[in-house]
């Protein structure tokens, strides 16, 4: 299957700086998604991007899927975007999913 | 509103007693999965369903089972639950493998002692 790895593993703010987390993936994938598990378990859709760039208010993402890598990028980081965040790829009908990026945002 | 379920959240159980986490979405969603996620191994897909009757292994099949009878339904079945299935279960659908994102359940915790 496809490896995902996500980086950094952990990672730690004070509230209103900006972060860029990484996803590579190590074979073409027909679709990509972000995902933030809150700290209560809740797993939350961020985009969907297999290519290309896309904005929601403060966080935006972009994937370059010939150099198959995806960025996200948080802006102005508040205390409830702490979590962890996952990459998800698809390919041959599966998913796979790299082992997340915890970020905590202090105040 | 649009959402997917299942059910139990939580359940404590022994070992070899089979049980079934059942998920359902009410979005008419063709693509549905299983998942476990274990600390700092992030989510690992146990099994998912194309379409009705259309069923396959993702990366951790063994020790369970799926059906897809129905379109909204996607039932998860441990026969002989074992220790090493102890951990958190999410369901997942999206309208198609290609077609937009993954909407997940809020999950099951389970242990088997």
């Known amino acids: 299957g496809i490896q995902v790895e996500q980086s950094p593993p952990d990672l730690i703010l004070q509230e209103g700086a900006n972060s860029t987390l990484r996803c590579n993936f190590s074979?073409?994938?027909?679709?990509l998604q972000w995902f933030h598990q809150n700290p209560w378990g809740q797993l939350i859709n961020l985009f969907y991007?297999?290519?290309g760039t896309k904005q929601n208010g403060r966080l935006s993402a972009t994937t370059v899927a010939t150099e198959r890598y995806s960025l996200l990028y948080i802006s102005s980081s508040q205390t409830t975007d702490s979590g962890v965040y996952f990459c998800?790829?698809?390919?041959?009908?599966?998913?796979?999913f790299g082992s997340g990026t915890k970020l905590n945002v202090k105040p | 509103e649009a959402q997917v379920t299942q059910n139990p959240r939580y359940l404590i159980t022994v070992t070899g007693k089979k049980l079934t986490v059942t998920c359902s979405q009410n979005?008419?969603?063709?693509?549905m999965s299983w998942y476990r996620q274990d600390p700092g191994l992030g989510l690992r897909q146990i099994y998912y369903?194309?379409?009705?009757?259309?069923?396959d292994k993702g990366d951790v099949p063994e020790g369970y089972k799926v059906s897809r009878k129905e379109k909204r339904n996607f039932p998860l079945i441990l026969e002989s639950p074992s220790p090493n299935q102890t951990s958190l279960y999410f369901c997942?659908?999206?309208?198609?493998?290609?077609?937009?994102?993954?909407?997940f359940g809020p999950g099951t915790r389970l242990t088997v002692l």
């Open positions: 997942a659908s999206s309208p198609g493998f290609l077609l937009g994102t993954q909407y």
């Open positions: 979005m008419n969603h063709e693509y």
């Open positions: 369903s194309m379409n009705v009757e259309v069923t």
């Open positions: 991007i297999p290519s």
């Open positions: 074979d073409s994938v027909n679709n």
């Open positions: 998800a790829v698809y390919n041959f009908n599966k998913f796979y």
